[in-house]
């Protein structure tokens, strides 16, 4: 969520961001409509605080007076009180109904788009900004998608899946388990090589909890609700990893806050359909590691490379052709000032799959959160978050089952042969 004063202080900035993110210009009013309500709001808070002085000023005449014996005056001065509580505690109660006004406008409006982020309007007109595509697979005569290999190998059953849940739902057997489980304790030792600690969080959130990373209210149709208990199934760890510093002011010393987790992720997916979604491509419950990082605000952008080249580094030694995009501003995250993309490329069926985000929040998700910090003047300051997938599972067992399949079966990356303890499928 932006800072009212940001809105105030820069609003050409972002005007221009949300005209970069294709925000249409009849909707624009809502920064005047923002900065309005904040006015109404600072005249009823200094309006209330004159009359709460005067409350004070009154109650310590009281005392005087009736020790100098003048009950009439003190008690002129006890009704004046209680008209001024009346007034405040009616204006305090106008003040809540301001305050949820502005809150409610400022949940409308997305993160300020960093100056690097392309015009476009959709994801054709993402950026590729590098590629690691030297060794692109070659694959055998005949060469099968990962949904024909994982039923020929007897890896993956869609069907059981679907009789137990429905579609969407793998059900994962024999090596195909034992692959996505190497997959999971490889990721994670990979983050934990680079200094994360390992988190295992709740699976379901609470409404303050979605809320605060952003996920509501941008993505309630995206996410499964438990109504009777108002719980929310997360569709990232990074929802359950970012709300333990919720309301936190973290010590200088303890950044960079760096945190890792394996969940099971739940998403709706509405409205997906076709070709690009069968076997593995769009699910809606798959396996992923996060990883996140909390940061002091000049530090974030190197943070966030420093997550891309980690990402990186994994598809690398997974033999994975990736590229990195740079996402526009039309499909850019609502709370990412700026996003980077992975794409690994499926040789079966020639075509890139997404298989991470890695996005720098700024201060806009810990505005949020209440994350904050004391600087070195001892002033109380916004953290900056970010995170990133290290990596979604799902498209990743897609593409190692697809770009290394052999006449004789399906290769190995050998990274991960000490984690399977078979070489081939």
Avoid at 191 to 197: D, F, L, V
Avoid at 246 to 260: S, Y
Wanted: charged share 25%; net charge negative; with cysteine.
């Amino acid at each position: 969520m932006l800072l009212t004063r940001q809105i105030r202080e820069e609003k050409e900035r972002v005007i221009a961001s949300l005209k970069t993110r294709n925000w249409p210009e009849e909707k624009l009013s809502i920064l005047d409509d923002i900065i309005s309500l904040d006015d109404q709001r600072r005249k009823l808070q200094t309006s209330n605080d004159e009359n709460l002085s005067k409350v004070n000023s009154a109650s310590k005449q009281i005392g005087m007076l009736m020790r100098e014996g003048k009950k009439e005056e003190a008690e002129a001065a006890k009704s004046e009180i209680a008209s001024l509580k009346d007034v405040i505690k009616a204006a305090e109660e106008e003040m809540r109904t301001v305050n949820k006004q502005l809150t409610d406008l400022l949940l409308e409006v997305p993160n300020i788009a960093h100056s690097s982020v392309p015009a476009g309007s959709t994801d054709e007109d993402n950026e590729v900004v590098q590629d690691w595509t030297k060794d692109m697979p070659s694959l055998p005569e005949g060469a099968l998608p990962h949904w024909e290999l994982a039923t020929k190998h007897n890896l993956i059953d869609f069907e059981l899946g679907v009789k137990i849940t429905g579609a969407g739902f793998p059900l994962f057997r024999g090596k195909g388990a034992k692959l996505e489980r190497a997959l999971i304790n490889f990721f994670l030792d990979e983050a934990a090589a680079a200094g994360y600690e390992e988190i295992i969080p709740p699976l379901l959130v609470n409404e303050q909890s979605a809320m605060a990373t952003g996920q509501l209210p941008d993505k309630e149709g995206q996410m499964y609700h438990a109504t009777k208990d108002d719980f929310y199934l997360i569709p990232t760890a990074e929802v359950p990893i970012t709300n333990i510093y919720r309301d936190v002011i973290v010590k200088e010393e303890e950044f960079p806050v760096k945190l890792t987790g394996h969940t099971p992720c739940f998403r709706r997916e509405a409205g997906s359909y076709g070709a690009h979604v069968k076997g593995l491509n769009r699910v809606h419950q798959f396996d992923k590691v996060e990883i996140v990082q909390i940061t002091k605000p000049e530090n974030s952008y190197s943070t966030l490379d420093e997550m891309v080249k980690h990402v990186a580094q994994i598809l690398e030694k997974l033999e994975l052709p990736y590229r990195i995009l740079r996402l526009c501003g039309g499909d850019i995250g609502f709370v990412s000032a700026l996003t980077y993309d992975f794409e690994v490329f499926s040789a079966a069926q020639q075509r890139w799959l997404e298989v991470s985000s890695v996005s720098n929040f700024e201060a806009y998700q810990s505005n949020r959160l209440k994350c904050r910090y004391k600087d070195s003047n001892g002033k109380t300051q916004l953290a900056h978050t970010l995170n990133g997938s290290a990596l979604a599972l799902a498209r990743i067992i897609a593409a190692v089952l697809e770009n290394n399949q052999t006449e004789n079966g399906i290769k190995i990356p050998a990274v991960l042969v000490p984690y399977t303890k078979f070489e081939t499928i």
